[in-house]
């Protein structure tokens, strides 16, 4: 079945300017994936109501490019995306990266049913979506990263995600401004590894991705 693609023109271009000035490489075939996303939620959002963003140019921007702008800072095999929402950032980073395996997870029915319909409908084999809290996901394999976009604190992500990793695994939090107030309630146990400020096209506000692992030097309390 073909990709139902947006109607408007002119939004494969925006989105393809600004996959060019992150610096990613891109397919044909992932970009008609990208934008028949976009297409799935702008369809979804008038009744599901997914994001406060009606303007297709401005989810191209706000969500689709943000997502996008980790993706060099991306690591592991096996990934989940906590509070995933509409599916942001799992769902472009499946799109734009095949050979890893992405797990979506919220607690919010209405959301993990377009979630459902979004990995059928773009055939996304190396997606899975998960409706339940996240102390409720006991997942038989450990992640080797967690990824947030609009989850919580860092130090919430920190504290209700640690059983989802493994011991070399990482934390992915992406941000707004510098979290500094929030990394300072980051308990003893983790250490911030990096900090990387993002650029998103036509995106004027600051974003960052803090990165975040068990710190290995911290003493035993056994």
Known sequence: MPLKLPVEPHLAPILEAGMQEIGVEYSAEQRDKLLAYLQLLITWNKAYNLTAIRDPGQMIRLHLLDSLAVLPHVV????????????????????????????????????????????C????????????????????????????????????????????LGPEAVFLAMKGKFPQSELSEVGKDYKVDASHTLQVPGVDGERHLIVISRDSTTPSTE
């Open 121 to 164: 409908d773009l055939g996304l084999n190396n997606l899975r979506e998960i409706s339940a809290r996240v102390e409720e996901h006991q997942p038989q394999v450990a992640y080797d990263a967690v990824l947030s976009r609009a989850f919580t604190s860092v130090a919430g992500m920190v504290d209700k995600c640690s059983h989802l």
């Open 76 to 119: 592991g095999k096996r990934l989940i995306d906590v509070g995933t929402g509409a599916g942001l950032p799992g769902i472009p980073l499946a799109i734009m990266c095949p050979d890893r395996d992405f797990t979506l997870l919220d607690s919010n029915g209405k959301k993990t049913r377009f979630l459902f319909q979004a990995r």
